[in-house]
């Protein structure tokens, strides 16, 4: 029923205020919030059939919603104790408070260990400075989870216990959203700078213990990543739709142009992709759900359909021809959008790094070389 407001809002750019209160009536913002608190407790598995639903209305819906499911709220879920719980979460449940994580900073990327932000604790106050960047959320949201360096000293860094996780909220004095970017894609959806001038944080809003904050960073990451897999899976449907639909209608050479076989092969690529891809995300999901590690899981779910959704796209692109580079259809929006997920939540390359790394520790037994020796009778 909202798909038609989504293209509206890729046209006027509007972050979609009225689709978030639908939202909020529905209970969504609830799905992984216990009932007692608010929620409505559906899981990992809930919040991504949900985001993926959004995602076929428009990336600025979808969006919103995801980064507060992991831009505090899920952190507050495993981390938080029973005062912070009671504070936000209800809140958040209710559709009153959106969220934001706070890593990427202007000379911070994908090395998140380096964060410069600092907080130095005086009294029962962290006096938080410095910069962010590429933080999506910014504005809409009411509270925003920040990491910032509390320690110098070289074996807390060695040791990765020199970051803290804080809970900012919106208003606090110092604290501004210094500019908004303007993006390729996720139209409507404002995601730019924080700037962080003195600005004082109680300690009560700081979650765990000083300097577990790269614990809980870490620990967000397959959650995160398993959600974006889900929004993915959105756009590659409306994809694959409109793909089909156009080719069915589209007469050239006297026959539908899905009659082609070399149409036909791109339709069961996509076919082939989203399936596949629906597979990887929501084994993660339930493998989270059973509370398993699933870092192999989400890592290799964001990954693929990250990288299959943008093939998607140009392929549909291809099938449809001048009318799927213009406006007039979704698809090219599609493109600019799925674009961004290779990038944003752990770049394509992070995904291969932590394949790796954790797929050769995680399989260390099954990837032991066999003895080999001669054959008593073949000699070989």
């Known amino acids: 029923e909202n798909i038609p407001r989504g293209e509206e809002i890729a046209w006027t750019k509007e972050f979609p205020s009225d689709l978030i209160r639908d939202i909020a009536k529905e209970r969504w913002f609830g799905v992984i919030i216990p009932e007692e608190l608010g ?28 980064v507060t499911m992991f831009g505090g709220t899920e952190e507050l879920l495993k981390f938080g104790n029973d005062g912070q719980k009671r504070k936000w979460l209800p809140r958040v449940a209710k559709g009153e408070l959106m969220g934001a994580v706070c890593i990427t900073e202007p000379g911070v990327g994908s090395d998140a260990s380096s964060i410069e932000t600092t907080a130095r604790l005086e009294d029962d106050e962290y006096i938080v400075n410095g910069k962010k960047r590429f933080i999506s959320n910014a504005g809409p949201a009411g509270i925003y989870l920040v990491y ?3 320690s110098d000293r070289p074996e807390d860094v060695a040791k990765h216990r020199h970051l803290t996780a804080l809970i900012i909220e919106k208003g606090t004095p110092g604290f501004t959203v210094e500019r908004i970017n303007e993006l390729s894609g996720w139209l409507g959806f404002p995601n730019g700078y924080l700037d962080f001038d003195e600005v004082r944080v109680p300690v009560e809003n700081r979650l765990q213990k000083e300097g577990d904050g790269w614990k809980i960073l870490m620990d967000g990451l397959n959650f995160e990543r398993t959600v974006y897999g889900a929004q993915v899976l959105g756009i590659m449907r409306e994809t694959l739709r409109y793909a089909v639909a156009h080719a069915q209608r589209r007469i050239q050479f006297g026959e539908p142009t899905i009659e082609f076989q070399v149409n036909q092969f791109k339709i069961a690529n996509m076919v082939s992709k989203l399936k596949t891809a629906s597979l990887l995300v929501y084994h993660a999901a339930h493998l989270m759900d059973m509370n398993e ?6 890592t290799n779910a964001k990954l693929y359909a990250s990288e299959a959704c943008r093939e998607m796209a140009t392929d549909a692109i291809q099938v449809m021809g001048g009318d799927g580079w213009t406006k007039f259809y979704p698809v090219e929006r599609f493109m600019r959008d799925a674009k961004i997920n290779e990038i944003a939540a752990g770049s394509s390359e992070v995904m291969r790094i932590v394949l790796y790394r954790w797929g050769l520790q995680a399989m260390r037994e099954d990837l032991k070389m066999p003895l080999r020796r001669i054959h008593e009778k073949l000699g070989v």
């Open 293 to 298: 590690d699933a870092v192999l899981e989400a």
């Open 148 to 150: 910032a360096k509390t």
């Open 39 to 66: 929620g409505i407790n559906l899981g990992v598995t809930g919040c991504c059939i949900i985001a993926e639903e959004l995602a076929r209305i428009c990336a600025a819906l979808t969006d919103a919603y995801a």
